[in-house]
């Protein structure tokens, strides 16, 4: 368990430190906040996508794919619930703030922090069962999410499935289904591109809390409260009720460390976009990101006692 604990911390202390070259980086004006967006197009554009395709470039197994039928019932039921309970949630906040801190309960971020982590901790045999849930967060991010930000009259079915992680996510699962290997040419290039997930996205995030006013985002109470249902309690709740369903160890622990990544750094784009509380937004985000540092190592060795994985 020791030896657990010490290689996920190891893996989560590593991401850090990427942030942490984004967080200087910032500071010292070499990369300025005008330049974060256009690295973010790129990550979702361009990088991610590559790294969903690379990541389902093997081999179609009758086991497989029952796998990741499972995975999709399993990560929508546990989205579905998420949903239900986050419905009282923050009701004495201002109706601008309670929207924005359930919408970051909610929503991890998956795509940024999520698959980077199960890349590192779990291996690439696990990275399927990620790309899953990642569609099934951006369904509901997509739907429910912005739902609860906007209006029911907000959602829009081309947003929810015309997005860049819910493309490269079909395109890689046409090529997967359909037995496709792309040219070796190609195929270095995409895996080239989407090796650089894991760095970029970590600068990135490091460059946006580098703008955080960190003497008031450790004061508000219904933020730290929101950090400790994200990062624990969800957790938590993901792991005790997949315990008895004994899924195997890699899709257990993908879900139950998926579910403790800190608040999706979207809730403060979705925020702005649909006239809610930016500032509470972002401070959740920034607040979440760097307490994860702490529970995330505790995440992954209680996913791995559980399934036998350690």
Known sequence: MLEYLLMVSSQVGTMFLMMAAGFALAKRRLLTQAAIPQMTNLLLTVVLP????????????????????YTSL???????LYCLLSIPLFRRQNS???????????????????????????GE???????????VFNLFNWSQGVVLMGGRRQVSLKQAVLNPGILGTVVALVLFLCGITLPSMVGSAVSFLGSMNTPLAMVIIGAQMA??????????????????????AMPLLTALIL???????????????????????????????????????????????????????????LAALLSGAA
């Open 125 to 135: 045999q696990a990275m399927v069962y990620g790309v899953i849930n990642l569609i």
């Open 243 to 301: 315990y008895p369903l004994h899924p195997e160890p890699d899709l257990y622990c993908t879900l139950v460390l998926l579910a403790g990544v800190p608040t999706a750094s979207i809730t403060a784009m979705f925020a702005q976009r649909y006239g809610q509380d930016v500032s509470t937004s972002a401070q959740l985000v920034t607040v979440s990101t760097l307490l994860s540092i702490l529970t995330l190592p505790c995440c992954g060795v």
């Open 211 to 232: 703008s955080a006013d960190w003497r008031s985002v450790f004061r508000s109470p219904a933020i730290l409260l929101a950090c400790g249902l994200k990062l624990v």
């Open 96 to 122: 601008a703030t309670g929207k924005a801190l359930r919408f970051g309960t909610l929503y991890g971020n998956v795509g940024f922090m999520g698959l980077p982590l199960i890349q590192l901790v779990l």
């Open 50 to 69: 590559c790294m969903l395709v690379d990541s389902m470039q093997i081999e179609r197994t009758p086991a497989l794919l029952g796998s990741m039928g």
């Open 74 to 80: 399993l990560a929508a039921g546990l989205y579905v």
